[in-house]
């Protein structure tokens, strides 16, 4: 059946976009952040793609996006979750070999715990706490945690060390920061002399990467880079800056578009849709189109948002309902049901960006991608 709205991925983007986050890397090993559902992208398309441009460590948050990962790709990557895991789930990934954070010392017992009854050993991260404030081992216990894991070494593979920066995406965050990378590398000087442990060490997300090279050490988690977006506007002008030139060098992987399943005339003098929030003041031309909030256009959007038909751009007017909303085309009237509409991506010289469309419904980036629908179809185009 045909959707109401589709989703489609550039391939070609999303190449250029892995090539530049390769090249800034160098030496260091990319892992792929791929958590909410690859941030709208759909974990199973999104991750194949990735794996035919040469990316074979993923990030996620729980077991079923790990699994997802595995059912969708061939066998030859690492897995590592970086969040929540119940204790069966433990047992799972000890199974498979999923690599997962350890941050608490209960945790750290049922590993263990799960790792003797499976008779093979949990690969697993150990999270510090340096001044995020979320989860991680207290430093303060540093000593007696490491002894603790020696004692285990045969039912943990220590697969990494590692700690989460808070707010890479802001020079307000700068002293924060750095504290936190000084306590990270005073630990990662400490943890190279004890001879047991042979280990990756791991620090930076996307934006540490730009902003603070020093944090990329062995492994860099990576997300928003790779779908095409800056962590902020501030990291990109910064970036521009830095560079000397003002062209972004990343490709907007994700374009998001519907179709017109009606148009009609409204009198002047008449109220659109839902309540009372749009008036016509002059005999208006409006389409309706099939998405609303149930499809991830937010309802915020209301007589705020725009779309794209025949290359130009259109206001929505009214409440965007559950499943509908409509836009002016007063000044095209020639448009007809069944044509195309961009709600993200471009048309002609024109471009509804995410960050545009964030701007108009108060959500950032990140925020808008991850609430987009899993059941839209999304496809794979050049």
Known sequence: ????????????????????????????????????NAYGHGIPIFCSMLYKTGVRHFSVFSANEAQEILASIPNDISVMVMGFLDDDQIEWAIQKEVEFFLFEEERLEKAIELSKKAGKAARVHIELETGMNRTGFDLKNLKKLFQYLEENKTHLHISGVCSHLAGAESIANYKRLVQQYDRFKRVKNHLSQLDWLDTTYHLACSAA?????????????????????FPSNEVLVQYLTKHKTQENPLKRVISWKTRVMAVKEVKAGEFIGY????????????AVLPVGYAQGFARSLSNQG???IRGKRFDVVGTVNMNMTIVDITECDTIEVGEEVILIGKQGDLEISVSSFSNFSDMVNYELLTRLPENITRTVVK
Request: proline share 3%.
């Open 1 to 36: 059946m045909r959707p109401t709205s589709y989703i489609e991925l550039s391939e070609s983007a999303l190449e250029a976009n892995i090539s530049f986050i390769k090249n800034m890397l160098g030496d260091t090993r990319l892992s792929s952040v791929v958590k909410g």
């Open 275 to 286: 309540g009372t929030s749009f008036f016509t003041n002059i005999k208006t031309k409006v």
């Open 306 to 308: 725009k779309v794209l």
């Open 209 to 229: 990467s730009i902003q603070y090279p020093k944090t990329r050490m062995d492994l860099a988690r990576i997300g928003i880079l790779q779908y095409g977006f």
